[in-house]
C-alpha cells in the first residue's frame, strides 16, 4: 500500500460532497438563529435594559471564553436535564438539533459584540437627528441605526462566519456524518485517513474563499460611498 | 447536578491549567516569531516570497484547526518512526509527547492568522512616518525597529489577544489527539460515575477563568501602551 495516494483524494470527493448539505446546514441555522439572538444582545447592552443587561454581558462573556468543543457537551448533557426539570422530555431529540442549539447560541455571542460595537459606532447625532424628526426610537433602530450599522459590522460578520464554517468540524465528535465527520468515516473504512482528511481540508477551503468573496461583494455593493456617488452622479 | 462532583471535576481539570496554557502560549510565541516576517513581507511586497505566502496563509486559514490538528497526528503516526529509524534516531511515536503535535498544529495555525493581524497593522501606520524616519537619516532597518514596529505592536494588541483565546480553546481540541488538557482531565475524573454534565461545566468554568484572566492581562498591556504613547 503507498503512503500516500493522491487519486484517492478524487475519489472521496464526491463523496464528501454529500455530507456539505449537513456542514451548510450547521452554519445556515447557526447565523440565522444566531444573528436574531445576537441582535437581541446588543441592543438590550446597548439600551442598557436593566438584569437583560447583565445577563447578556455574563452569556456573551461565557460563550466567548469557552470552547465550543465543551459547549457541545454542556448542551447535550444538560438541556434535556434542564427542561426534564420542568417536566419537558428532550431525550429522544436527535443529536443534530443540540448541535443547532449550540452553534446558534456561540454564533449569538460573536454576533452581538459585532452588532453593539457597531451600533455604537453609528455617530449620536443620528439618534438625535432621527428623534428630532418624529421618529420613535424602534423606527429609529430600524431605519437609521440598523442600516448603518449593518454596513459597519459587515466585515467582522464575515469573519465570524468563516470561523462557524471550520467550527463546525467539531460536530462530528457528537457522531454527526458532516463533512469532517464524514471524512473520518471514510478514513477509517479505506484506511486512508490522510487522504480523507486532504479532501476534507480542499471542500474547507474552497467554502472559505467562497464565504470571503461573497462577504467582499456584499461590502462592496453596501459601501456608503458607492450610495453617495450614486446620489450625487 | 451534583455539586460534590462538579468540585472533584474542578480539581482535577485545574491540575491541567498550565499544559493547557503552554500549549496556547508556545504556539503563540512561535506564531509571533513566524507570522512578523511573513507579515513584512507580505507588505512589502517581496517578489515570489509575498505570493507564496498569500497562498500559504490563505489556504491554512481555511483548514479548520481541528482537522489540521488531525492531519499532524495522522502523518506523525503514520512516518513518524520510519523516520527516526532512518535519522538513526532513538524517538519512536509511542515516546512522543501528544502534546507537540497539538502545539505543532495550533503554531500553523497562529502563524497564519497572526500574520495577517501585523499586516493590517502595518497598514495603519501612516506612509508619512517612514518618509520622515528616513529624512532623519535613519536606514531602513532602523527605522523598522524604532518607528514603525513599536507603533506596529500597541496596534496588534487586541487582534492579537483574540487570537490569544482562540489558541486557548482550541488547546481543548487536544483531547481528541489525546493530549491531556482542561477538558479531558476533568472528563477522565468523572468516567467512572458518568457525571460528564459536571466534568464539562468545570471545564468550562476553568476555560472562562482563563480567557477572562488572559482578556485583562492585554487590555493591561493596552493601557501600558496608551500611557506612555501620550507621556
Redesign the interface.
Known amino acids: 500500500m503507498k503512503?500516500f495516494e493522491p487519486e484517492a483524494i478524487l475519489r472521496f470527493l464526491p463523496k464528501l460532497l454529500t455530507a456539505l448539505p449537513v456542514t451548510l446546514g450547521i452554519v445556515l441555522i447557526a447565523s440565522a438563529a444566531g444573528l436574531l439572538l445576537g441582535l437581541l444582545l446588543a441592543l438590550s447592552r446597548v439600551e442598557r435594559l436593566p438584569v437583560l443587561s447583565q445577563l447578556a454581558a455574563v452569556m456573551v462573556?461565557?460563550l466567548?471564553?469557552?470552547?465550543?468543543?465543551?459547549?457541545m457537551?454542556?448542551v447535550y448533557?444538560?438541556l434535556p436535564?434542564l427542561l426534564n426539570t420542568v417536566g419537558v422530555n428532550i431525550f429522544s431529540w436527535d443529536k443534530i438539533i443540540f448541535i443547532y442549539i449550540t452553534y446558534s447560541l456561540n454564533c449569538a455571542a460573536f454576533f452581538s459584540e459585532s452588532i453593539r460595537s457597531a451600533v455604537l459606532a453609528v455617530p449620536k447625532g443620528q439618534r438625535d437627528a432621527a428623534a428630532a424628526s418624529g421618529l420613535s426610537r424602534a423606527q429609529a433602530y430600524r431605519r437609521i441605526i440598523l442600516p448603518q450599522s449593518a454596513v459597519i459590522a459587515l466585515p467582522s460578520v464575515g469573519m465570524t462566519l468563516?470561523g462557524l464554517l471550520?467550527?463546525s468540524?467539531?460536530a462530528f465528535?457528537l457522531g454527526i456524518l458532516d463533512v469532517?465527520g464524514r471524512?473520518?468515516a471514510l478514513g477509517a473504512v479505506t484506511s486512508r485517513?490522510?487522504e480523507a482528511?486532504?479532501a476534507?481540508?480542499i471542500l474547507?477551503?474552497?467554502?472559505?474563499?467562497v464565504f470571503e468573496q461573497a462577504f467582499r461583494g456584499v461590502q462592496r455593493k453596501l459601501a456608503p460611498q458607492n450610495h453617495i456617488a450614486k446620489g450625487t452622479a | 447536578?451534583d455539586l460534590s462532583y462538579l468540585w472533584s471535576a474542578l480539581q482535577a481539570g485545574a491540575g491541567k491549567i498550565l499544559p493547557t496554557v503552554v500549549l496556547a502560549l508556545v504556539p503563540f510565541g512561535i506564531g509571533v516569531l513566524l507570522g512578523l516576517p511573513a507579515a513584512l513581507g507580505r507588505y512589502f511586497r517581496v517578489p515570489v516570497l509575498k505570493q507564496t505566502l498569500d497562498v500559504l496563509v490563505?489556504?491554512i486559514?481555511?483548514?479548520?484547526?481541528?482537522?489540521m490538528l488531525?492531519?499532524f497526528y495522522?502523518?506523525s503516526s503514520?512516518?513518524f518512526d520510519s523516520v527516526m529509524q532512518s535519522l538513526g534516531l532513538p524517538f519512536s511515536f509511542r515516546g512522543l509527547p501528544k502534546g507537540l503535535i497539538a502545539g505543532a498544529a495550533l503554531a500553523v495555525y497562529a502563524a497564519a492568522a497572526l500574520s495577517e493581524v501585523f499586516r493590517g497593522a502595518l497598514a495603519s501606520v501612516p506612509k508619512g512616518q517612514y518618509d520622515a524616519a528616513y529624512a532623519c537619516g535613519l536606514s531602513k532597518s532602523q527605522a523598522m525597529r524604532r518607528i514603525i514596529l513599536p507603533q506596529v505592536l500597541p496596534v496588534s494588541l487586541p487582534m492579537g489577544c483574540n487570537i490569544m483565546?482562540a489558541l486557548i480553546?482550541?488547546a481543548?481540541?487536544g483531547?481528541?489527539v489525546s493530549f491531556i488538557d482542561v477538558?479531558n482531565a476533568a472528563v477522565n475524573s468523572m468516567a467512572a460515575s458518568y457525571r460528564?454534565?459536571e466534568a464539562?461545566?468545570a471545564?468550562?468554568l476553568i476555560?472562562?477563568g482563563?480567557?477572562?484572566i488572559t482578556?485583562q492581562l492585554f487590555k493591561l498591556l493596552e493601557h501600558h501602551f496608551a500611557r506612555r504613547r501620550t507621556a
Open positions: 503512503l462573556s461565557f466567548r471564553g469557552t470552547p465550543v468543543l465543551v459547549q457537551f454542556i448533557y444538560g436535564l468563516t471550520q467550527d468540524s467539531l465528535s469532517m471524512a473520518n485517513v490522510l482528511y486532504a476534507a481540508a474547507f477551503i474552497a467554502l472559505t474563499i | 447536578m490563505s489556504l486559514k481555511g483548514i479548520p484547526v481541528l482537522l488531525m492531519a495522522v502523518i503514520q512516518s483565546i480553546k482550541s481543548a481540541l483531547s481528541l477538558m460528564f454534565l464539562y461545566i471545564a468550562a476555560y472562562w482563563i480567557c477572562v482578556e
